[in-house]
């Protein structure tokens, strides 16, 4: 602003002056003034002519030349009013053939940057506001639909994280260069926000082309961008919407694709989707169910249910606690569908301390040989103040530290490595019992099991399921009840549906069985019942086809 030669000048949302040139304030003496009104420097503003037009371009209309009011004998003026992303900016001219070649060159690089992003070199929001308004009112009866697309960069933030902002926004450089890349004759590319994009298309026939454009621009992100050497694997999903059918004004439009970027983000990103009204519906249940999870717990419609741990041939040692949650209008939901919800809207430390403080009360309803199991959300265990809320709980309930066992999942080791495992350490001092849930799902990483001593494993359902007829499980679940064994852990083989997979898992010494075969999740008052009985079910039939053998 000191060095430029063009009379320029910015206002905000409140028409106050925020910047200007050193050369207006030369022109303008003591009129231009940090907080000075628009008004004050062009009384001409307030004339109903250029205060309309003005006004319409502060409201997010198109740039526009506005010729100035003159005196007789004065040179013409005229400014240039654009919008920018907290008001307006203005560049005047004073009479005919005064610019030098230098200084038309100086205002179109103004304009250039007025009208696009400075890193990805792409046009920006505001510009895309006008575009996309502009699009919708050139479409209509015959001519073909404006198409929308939306674009969202997969997995940004991690390398944001792990790599640096410097990482992140040479990134954002390469994506912005895939992206015009794919681009044809009536597209055009705009950076909308962070590792956000948008595509409008005019002129071609539609679904068709927009399908085209969306399988392109999913396919141009699915080689690695190579930052410093490294590679990086960055995909993108894209949410299409068209108008007038979808949107007759921008803001509408914008709302469909975003829903459809949605719908695309949760049906496993990396793909693009179109919207359909069945999107918009499914989005309003979901904000439905987020507005009654967040009175659920007050109105006591979470519970828990009591899934049994069976020690082969048929010994109960304890139960595992799950969640679940009786909406009153739609019934049961399960945890998969409600807890990421919960996580995204910071419940879980609530919701958590109430779970491991029902589950530790029930437990002590129970013989004192008997564990009690408590799976930990991934927010739950990074939110910080979890041994804390671990150590009260059990002083409160006053229940012996190792009848309690935490699951965890291998996605809450996979950021924060230090942390993590002095958490991990501070409950093993407490003598809290720490079990790897769905082992074999994930990573995997062998280094988990080298640096901190889990006391169980839990291999996954997904293993179990074909372990009587698919020879792969059986080498899988094998080598996992051996790995674990030779690095003094217990194993415990989840989702056993049948007599032929749990005699399989006992004859390889597996420790621990749970499953429907055995017993279902119960009810905290029937727990006690099923804990009187001489040998469960799925025990008794264990033994009798022994017998019979």
């Known amino acids: 602003m000191a ?17 200007y040139a050193a050369r207006l304030k030369g022109l303008y003496g003591g009129a231009v003034a940090h907080g000075a009104a628009v008004w004050e420097i062009y009384p001409s503003f307030l004339d109903a002519r250029c205060r309309d037009e003005f006004l319409r371009v502060f409201q997010g209309g198109s740039p526009a030349s506005i010729d100035l009011p003159r005196s007789s004998g004065e040179a013409p003026r005229s400014v240039y009013v654009f919008g920018t992303a907290n008001g307006v900016g203005i560049i005047e001219s004073r009479g005919q053939g005064e610019r030098s070649a230098a200084e038309e060159q100086e205002h179109v690089v103004l304009l250039h940057q007025a009208t696009h992003d400075v890193l990805t070199g792409l046009q920006n929001r505001r510009r895309f506001g006008e575009r996309l308004q502009q699009a919708l ?58 590792d956000e994009f948008a595509v409008i298309q005019l002129g071609k026939e539609q679904p068709a082309e927009a399908e085209r454009l969306a399988a392109s621009l999913v396919s141009a992100f699915k080689d690695p961008f190579v930052i410093n050497g490294i590679p990086v694997f960055v995909g993108s999903s894209v949410g299409i919407a068209f108008g007038p059918e979808h949107g007759t004004d921008g803001e509408q439009l914008m709302k469909a694709a975003d829903i459809a970027l949605y719908a695309a983000k949760t049906d496993g990103r990396g793909c ?64 998969g569908v409600f807890i990421p919800i919960a996580e995204a ?24 040989s008997l564990t009690v199991a408590v799976n930990l959300s991934p927010a739950q265990f990074l939110s910080g103040s979890l041994t804390d809320t671990v150590a009260q709980v059990i002083d409160a309930v006053g229940i012996r530290a190792e009848r309690l066992e935490l699951e965890i999942t291998e996605t809450v080791l996979l950021e924060r ?15 809290i019992r720490i079990s790897l849930d769905d082992f074999g799902t994930y990573y995997s990483s062998l280094s988990y099991l080298k640096n901190f001593p889990f006391d ?14 698919d020879l792969k499980s059986q080498t899988i679940v094998r080598s996992i009840i051996n790995l674990a064994h030779g690095l003094g852990i217990s ?22 069985l749970q499953g429907n075969f055995l017993g279902r999740p119960l009810a905290a008052e029937a727990t006690s019942d099923f804990i009187r009985r001489p040998r469960p079910k799925g025990a008794r039939a264990m033994e009798e086809s022994d017998r019979a053998l």
């Open 3 to 19: 060095n430029t030669t063009e009379l320029l000048s910015f206002y905000d949302r409140d028409f106050r002056l925020t910047h």
């Open 137 to 194: 009112a050139s479409v209509g009866g015959p001519k073909p639909k404006a198409a929308l697309l939306q674009i969202d960069l997969d997995d940004f933030k991690a390398v944001n994280d792990t790599l640096g902002h410097g990482a992140g926004d040479t990134l954002l450089q390469l994506a912005a260069g895939r992206i015009r890349d794919t681009l044809q004759d009536g597209e055009s590319a705009y950076r909308y926000a962070g």
């Open 272 to 335: 693009a989707r179109t919207f359909n009204r069945s999107m918009l519906l499914l989005l309003e249940q979901r904000e439905n169910l987020r507005r009654s999870l967040r009175t659920a717990l007050e109105r006591e419609e979470l519970y828990l249910e009591y899934q049994p741990l069976i020690r082969p041939p048929s010994s109960v040692i304890g139960f595992e606690a799950l969640l679940r949650w009786r909406h009153p209008e739609i019934g049961i939901i399960l945890p």
């Open 345 to 368: 809207d910071g419940l879980m430390d609530d919701i958590g301390r109430w779970v491991l403080e029902q589950a530790c009360r029930q437990a002590l309803t129970w013989p004192s």
């Open 417 to 431: 490595t230090i942390d993590n495992l002095d958490t991990l350490n501070t409950l093993n001092v407490l003598g």
């Open 456 to 469: 169980t494993l839990k291999i996954d359902q997904y293993f179990i399921a074909d372990l009587e007829t």
């Open 491 to 512: 194993v415990t083989a989840e989702g056993v549906e049948t007599l032929g997979q749990a005699r399989w898992l006992i004859k390889e010494n597996c420790d621990c």
